[in-house]
């Protein structure tokens, strides 16, 4: 059963199109990573709060990407993130349209 990642994590912009032209090398990068199904990108200047919301095809796959991506965002200078792992339950989730 796949499970969700949400990872949340202070940040100063850029935002919109300014984040989508200067983070589209990150995005291809995340794209590769194992066992990751898809992932949301998060943003909210009015917080300044960027994250993701992320699923995967199995704990290990999540867990191993939480730490790695987490020791990257440290190194970009980010001080504190955010990361939570939940089971995804698909007979609920499937009653409203979830994208499994």
């Known amino acids: 059963m796949p499970v969700l990642l949400q990872v949340d994590f202070p ?3 850029p935002w919109g ?5 200067a ?3 990150l995005a ?15 943003e909210n ?10 699923l995967f095809a199995d ?4 867990e191993a990407y939480l730490t790695m991506h987490t020791a990257r965002l440290k190194g970009f200078g980010i001080p504190v993130v955010n990361g939570k ?5 698909g007979e609920l989730s499937a009653i409203d349209r979830a994208p499994l």
Do not use: C, H
Request: charged fraction near 15%; charge should be negative; glycine fraction near 12%.
């Open 45 to 54: 200047a009015a917080t300044s709060e960027a994250g993701g919301i992320y």
């Open 85 to 89: 792992i939940f089971d995804v339950n």
């Open 11 to 13: 940040f100063s912009g």
């Open 28 to 42: 291809a990068s995340i794209a590769q990573e194992p066992g990751l199904i898809w992932k949301i990108w998060t």
């Open 59 to 62: 704990r290990p796959s999540a």
């Open 23 to 25: 983070l589209q090398g």
């Open 17 to 21: 199109p300014e984040m989508t032209d």
